[in-house]
Protein backbone atom coordinates (compact mmCIF):
# COMPACT_ATOMS: atom_id res chain seq x y z
CA UNK A 1 0.00 0.00 0.00
CA UNK A 2 1.33 3.38 -1.11
CA UNK A 3 1.38 6.22 1.31
CA UNK A 4 1.78 9.69 0.51
CA UNK A 5 4.28 11.64 2.84
CA UNK A 6 3.43 15.37 3.01
CA UNK A 7 5.46 18.31 3.26
CA UNK A 8 7.95 17.50 0.32
CA UNK A 9 7.84 17.96 -3.77
CA UNK A 10 9.68 14.71 -4.23
CA UNK A 11 10.02 11.78 -3.69
CA UNK A 12 6.79 11.05 -2.43
CA UNK A 13 7.49 8.40 0.08
CA UNK A 14 9.53 11.18 2.58
CA UNK A 15 8.70 12.47 6.17
CA UNK A 16 5.31 14.86 7.13
CA UNK A 17 6.55 18.27 7.82
CA UNK A 18 4.06 20.42 9.12
CA UNK A 19 3.35 23.93 8.39
CA UNK A 20 1.85 26.85 10.53
CA UNK A 21 -0.16 28.64 7.75
CA UNK A 22 -1.10 28.34 4.58
CA UNK A 23 -2.04 30.73 1.54
CA UNK A 24 -6.00 31.33 0.83
CA UNK A 25 -7.61 29.45 -2.38
CA UNK A 26 -7.61 31.35 -5.77
CA UNK A 27 -10.77 31.24 -7.00
CA UNK A 28 -12.08 28.03 -8.87
CA UNK A 29 -12.40 24.64 -8.20
CA UNK A 30 -10.04 22.91 -5.81
CA UNK A 31 -8.35 20.81 -8.20
CA UNK A 32 -7.63 23.48 -10.37
CA UNK A 33 -6.23 25.10 -7.66
CA UNK A 34 -4.40 22.65 -7.05
CA UNK A 35 -3.14 21.90 -10.24
CA UNK A 36 -2.10 25.47 -10.63
CA UNK A 37 -0.14 25.57 -7.20
CA UNK A 38 1.19 21.91 -7.62
CA UNK A 39 0.26 21.60 -3.45
CA UNK A 40 -2.59 20.29 -1.70
CA UNK A 41 -3.41 21.81 2.08
CA UNK A 42 -4.28 18.79 4.66
CA UNK A 43 -5.92 20.69 7.55
CA UNK A 44 -4.91 18.09 10.47
CA UNK A 45 -5.45 18.42 14.28
CA UNK A 46 -2.56 17.28 16.06
CA UNK A 47 -4.21 16.42 19.85
CA UNK A 48 -6.56 13.59 18.83
CA UNK A 49 -5.28 10.50 18.74
CA UNK A 50 -5.01 7.79 17.27
CA UNK A 51 -6.40 9.70 14.56
CA UNK A 52 -3.58 12.21 14.29
CA UNK A 53 -0.73 13.18 17.09
CA UNK A 54 2.47 15.37 16.00
CA UNK A 55 5.60 13.36 17.40
CA UNK A 56 8.19 15.99 16.99
CA UNK A 57 7.69 17.40 13.29
CA UNK A 58 5.51 14.05 12.49
CA UNK A 59 2.04 13.86 12.20
CA UNK A 60 1.10 10.29 12.51
CA UNK A 61 -2.71 8.52 13.01
CA UNK A 62 -5.24 7.55 11.38
CA UNK A 63 -6.97 10.11 9.31
CA UNK A 64 -2.92 11.18 8.37
CA UNK A 65 -2.57 7.75 6.86
CA UNK A 66 -6.01 7.89 4.89
CA UNK A 67 -5.60 11.39 3.92
CA UNK A 68 -2.26 10.77 2.57
CA UNK A 69 -4.02 8.03 0.08
CA UNK A 70 -6.33 10.51 -0.59
CA UNK A 71 -3.39 12.91 -1.46
CA UNK A 72 -2.21 9.60 -4.37
CA UNK A 73 -5.47 9.20 -5.74
CA UNK A 74 -5.81 13.07 -6.42
CA UNK A 75 -1.86 12.60 -7.55
CA UNK A 76 -2.74 9.89 -10.15
CA UNK A 77 -6.29 12.46 -11.15
CA UNK A 78 -4.03 15.04 -12.37
CA UNK A 79 -1.38 13.36 -13.63
CA UNK A 80 1.24 15.59 -11.72
CA UNK A 81 4.60 14.05 -11.44
CA UNK A 82 5.36 16.33 -8.51
CA UNK A 83 3.12 17.56 -5.97
CA UNK A 84 3.63 18.93 -2.70
CA UNK A 85 1.83 18.10 0.32
CA UNK A 86 1.06 21.04 3.08
CA UNK A 87 0.18 20.24 6.43
CA UNK A 88 -1.66 22.57 8.83
CA UNK A 89 -2.71 22.83 12.04
CA UNK A 90 -6.19 23.36 12.92
CA UNK A 91 -8.05 23.20 15.74
CA UNK A 92 -11.84 22.86 17.13
CA UNK A 93 -12.70 26.35 17.15
CA UNK A 94 -11.02 27.21 13.30
CA UNK A 95 -10.76 24.48 11.24
CA UNK A 96 -14.34 24.70 9.44
CA UNK A 97 -13.16 28.76 9.12
CA UNK A 98 -9.88 27.58 7.40
CA UNK A 99 -12.02 25.22 4.97
CA UNK A 100 -14.38 27.43 4.06
CA UNK A 101 -11.84 29.97 3.25
CA UNK A 102 -9.28 27.73 1.30
CA UNK A 103 -6.69 27.70 4.07
CA UNK A 104 -7.19 24.14 3.03
CA UNK A 105 -8.44 21.95 0.90
CA UNK A 106 -9.73 18.72 2.93
CA UNK A 107 -10.01 18.40 7.06
CA UNK A 108 -8.63 15.26 7.56
CA UNK A 109 -9.22 13.97 11.26
CA UNK A 110 -12.09 13.28 14.04
CA UNK A 111 -14.56 15.27 12.42
CA UNK A 112 -18.78 14.42 13.13
CA UNK A 113 -20.88 14.46 10.39
CA UNK A 114 -23.55 17.38 11.68
CA UNK A 115 -26.94 18.91 9.59
CA UNK A 116 -25.30 22.30 11.59
CA UNK A 117 -21.79 21.61 9.78
CA UNK A 118 -23.11 21.23 6.66
CA UNK A 119 -24.50 24.33 6.58
CA UNK A 120 -20.91 25.68 5.97
CA UNK A 121 -18.57 22.55 4.28
CA UNK A 122 -19.44 19.52 2.89
CA UNK A 123 -18.55 16.06 3.46
CA UNK A 124 -16.80 12.51 1.94
CA UNK A 125 -19.24 9.46 2.98
CA UNK A 126 -18.24 8.32 6.22
CA UNK A 127 -14.36 7.08 7.37
CA UNK A 128 -15.20 5.93 11.02
CA UNK A 129 -17.87 5.26 13.25
CA UNK A 130 -17.73 6.54 17.05
CA UNK A 131 -19.55 8.42 19.83
CA UNK A 132 -19.14 10.31 22.82
CA UNK A 133 -18.09 8.32 26.08
CA UNK A 134 -16.61 8.79 29.65
CA UNK A 135 -13.48 9.06 31.30
CA UNK A 136 -13.18 8.41 35.02
CA UNK A 137 -10.52 7.95 37.58
CA UNK A 138 -9.87 4.50 38.60
CA UNK A 139 -10.34 5.50 41.97
CA UNK A 140 -13.73 6.97 41.57
CA UNK A 141 -16.78 6.04 43.53
CA UNK A 142 -18.26 2.26 42.48
CA UNK A 143 -21.78 4.64 42.14
CA UNK A 144 -20.35 7.23 39.88
CA UNK A 145 -18.44 4.36 37.45
CA UNK A 146 -21.46 1.94 37.18
CA UNK A 147 -23.84 5.04 36.38
CA UNK A 148 -21.58 6.41 33.97
CA UNK A 149 -19.46 3.48 32.76
CA UNK A 150 -21.71 0.26 33.04
CA UNK A 151 -25.29 1.19 32.98
CA UNK A 152 -25.42 4.50 31.99
CA UNK A 153 -27.78 6.89 33.56
CA UNK A 154 -30.63 6.29 30.87
CA UNK A 155 -30.45 2.68 32.34
CA UNK A 156 -30.43 3.60 36.05
CA UNK A 157 -33.18 4.79 38.54
CA UNK A 158 -33.21 8.88 38.88
CA UNK A 159 -32.72 8.18 42.56
CA UNK A 160 -29.55 6.29 41.79
CA UNK A 161 -28.31 9.05 38.90
CA UNK A 162 -28.90 11.95 41.25
CA UNK A 163 -26.97 10.32 44.09
CA UNK A 164 -24.09 9.15 41.72
CA UNK A 165 -24.01 12.63 39.92
CA UNK A 166 -25.55 15.36 42.48
CA UNK A 167 -22.46 18.09 43.16
CA UNK A 168 -19.94 16.47 40.28
CA UNK A 169 -17.79 18.51 38.06
CA UNK A 170 -17.46 17.41 34.40
CA UNK A 171 -15.22 18.30 31.45
CA UNK A 172 -15.51 18.61 27.66
CA UNK A 173 -13.66 20.12 25.06
CA UNK A 174 -15.31 23.21 23.94
CA UNK A 175 -16.33 23.45 20.18
CA UNK A 176 -17.30 18.72 20.11
CA UNK A 177 -20.20 17.71 19.48
CA UNK A 178 -19.48 16.20 22.96
CA UNK A 179 -19.71 19.24 24.14
CA UNK A 180 -22.98 20.19 22.61
CA UNK A 181 -24.82 16.79 23.65
CA UNK A 182 -23.72 16.90 27.07
CA UNK A 183 -24.95 20.49 27.25
CA UNK A 184 -28.51 19.17 26.33
CA UNK A 185 -28.36 16.20 28.36
CA UNK A 186 -30.27 14.87 30.98
CA UNK A 187 -26.75 14.77 33.33
CA UNK A 188 -26.87 18.72 32.49
CA UNK A 189 -30.18 18.95 34.67
CA UNK A 190 -28.78 17.42 37.62
CA UNK A 191 -29.36 19.08 40.98
CA UNK A 192 -24.95 20.58 41.25
CA UNK A 193 -23.95 19.01 38.53
CA UNK A 194 -21.00 21.46 36.58
CA UNK A 195 -19.90 21.21 32.99
CA UNK A 196 -16.55 23.04 32.39
CA UNK A 197 -15.27 23.21 28.98
CA UNK A 198 -12.00 22.79 28.45
CA UNK A 199 -9.44 23.76 25.39
CA UNK A 200 -7.90 20.67 24.71
CA UNK A 201 -8.57 16.96 24.91
CA UNK A 202 -4.69 16.80 26.94
CA UNK A 203 -6.05 19.57 29.34
CA UNK A 204 -9.36 17.67 29.50
CA UNK A 205 -7.50 14.69 31.06
CA UNK A 206 -5.20 16.42 32.52
CA UNK A 207 -7.59 18.31 34.80
CA UNK A 208 -9.32 14.35 35.34
CA UNK A 209 -6.03 12.93 36.23
CA UNK A 210 -5.47 15.50 38.86
CA UNK A 211 -8.43 15.30 40.15
CA UNK A 212 -9.94 18.57 39.85
CA UNK A 213 -12.81 17.28 37.67
CA UNK A 214 -14.69 13.86 37.97
CA UNK A 215 -14.75 12.89 34.87
CA UNK A 216 -14.09 13.87 30.62
CA UNK A 217 -16.51 13.39 28.35
CA UNK A 218 -15.32 13.07 24.85
CA UNK A 219 -15.59 10.43 21.69
CA UNK A 220 -14.41 7.23 22.45
CA UNK A 221 -11.98 6.46 19.97
CA UNK A 222 -10.24 9.27 21.22
CA UNK A 223 -10.33 8.73 24.87
CA UNK A 224 -8.88 5.38 23.69
CA UNK A 225 -6.08 7.24 22.50
CA UNK A 226 -5.31 9.40 24.70
CA UNK A 227 -5.67 6.50 27.58
CA UNK A 228 -3.38 4.74 25.92
CA UNK A 229 -0.91 8.11 26.07
CA UNK A 230 -1.20 8.17 29.66
CA UNK A 231 -0.80 5.59 32.84
CA UNK A 232 -3.41 2.76 31.92
CA UNK A 233 -4.39 2.02 35.05
CA UNK A 234 -4.80 5.20 36.18
CA UNK A 235 -8.28 5.65 34.25
CA UNK A 236 -11.45 3.46 33.22
CA UNK A 237 -13.70 4.67 30.62
CA UNK A 238 -17.15 3.39 29.11
CA UNK A 239 -17.37 0.21 26.62
CA UNK A 240 -20.85 1.71 24.70
CA UNK A 241 -21.46 4.99 23.43
CA UNK A 242 -23.62 7.46 24.59
CA UNK A 243 -24.60 8.62 21.05
CA UNK A 244 -23.75 7.06 17.49
CA UNK A 245 -21.21 9.97 14.96
CA UNK A 246 -20.09 9.37 11.97
CA UNK A 247 -16.68 10.91 11.06
CA UNK A 248 -15.48 11.75 7.65
CA UNK A 249 -13.36 14.22 5.31
CA UNK A 250 -14.55 17.74 4.68
CA UNK A 251 -14.43 19.72 1.82
CA UNK A 252 -15.67 23.16 0.58
CA UNK A 253 -19.15 23.26 -0.62
CA UNK A 254 -20.13 23.00 -4.24
CA UNK A 255 -17.03 21.57 -5.52
CA UNK A 256 -18.94 17.92 -6.55
CA UNK A 257 -16.12 16.99 -8.85
CA UNK A 258 -13.32 16.97 -5.82
CA UNK A 259 -15.98 15.20 -3.60
CA UNK A 260 -16.95 12.84 -6.53
CA UNK A 261 -13.17 11.95 -6.55
CA UNK A 262 -12.87 11.66 -2.59
CA UNK A 263 -15.14 9.45 -2.21
CA UNK A 264 -14.18 7.38 -5.25
CA UNK A 265 -11.09 6.81 -3.60
CA UNK A 266 -12.40 5.91 -0.35
CA UNK A 267 -14.57 3.47 -1.65
CA UNK A 268 -12.30 1.69 -3.01
CA UNK A 269 -10.05 1.96 -0.48
CA UNK A 270 -12.86 0.01 1.68
CA UNK A 271 -14.14 -2.80 -1.00
CA UNK A 272 -10.69 -3.51 -1.62
CA UNK A 273 -10.11 -4.25 1.93
CA UNK A 274 -7.17 -1.42 2.44
CA UNK A 275 -8.82 0.40 5.05
CA UNK A 276 -8.41 -2.53 7.20
CA UNK A 277 -4.34 -2.44 6.75
CA UNK A 278 -4.61 1.28 7.93
CA UNK A 279 -7.46 0.36 10.80
CA UNK A 280 -5.57 -2.30 12.49
CA UNK A 281 -1.80 -0.12 12.33
CA UNK A 282 -3.75 2.50 15.01
CA UNK A 283 -6.49 0.31 16.42
CA UNK A 284 -5.90 -2.99 16.16
CA UNK A 285 -7.72 -6.28 14.12
CA UNK A 286 -11.32 -4.95 13.08
CA UNK A 287 -14.04 -6.55 14.10
CA UNK A 288 -17.07 -7.93 12.02
CA UNK A 289 -19.08 -5.02 12.98
CA UNK A 290 -16.38 -2.81 11.70
CA UNK A 291 -15.90 -4.47 8.66
CA UNK A 292 -19.55 -3.98 8.03
CA UNK A 293 -19.59 -0.60 8.32
CA UNK A 294 -17.06 0.06 6.01
CA UNK A 295 -18.67 -2.46 3.32
CA UNK A 296 -21.86 -0.44 3.79
CA UNK A 297 -20.63 2.64 3.53
CA UNK A 298 -18.74 2.25 0.33
CA UNK A 299 -20.59 3.02 -2.93
CA UNK A 300 -20.49 1.04 -6.31
CA UNK A 301 -18.97 2.45 -9.76
Known amino acids: MRFFRLGVVTPLLALLAIAGTASRADAGAVLDK ?27 GFSVDLCGLIANVVVDALGVAELKGRVVQVDASNRFEKLASGDIDVLCGATTITLAR ?13 GVGVAVRKDAPDL ?15 TVVASALQGRTFAVREGTTSEAWLSRSPIAGIEGVKIETVASHDEGMGRLSAGTVDAYF ?11 KRELGQFEFS ?23 IDRALSKLYRSGQIFDVFEAHFGKPSQEVRFFYGAVSQPD
Do not use: C, H, W
Not at 40 to 50: E, H, K, M, N, Q
Not at 239 to 261: H, N, V
Open 218 to 228: ADRAILAGLIR
Open 34 to 60: IMMAKTISLGVRTDAPPFAVKEGSTLK
Open 118 to 130: REKVAFSIPTFIT
Open 239 to 261: QKSYTLEPYALAIRRGDEDFRLL
Open 144 to 158: LKEVLLTNSPANASR
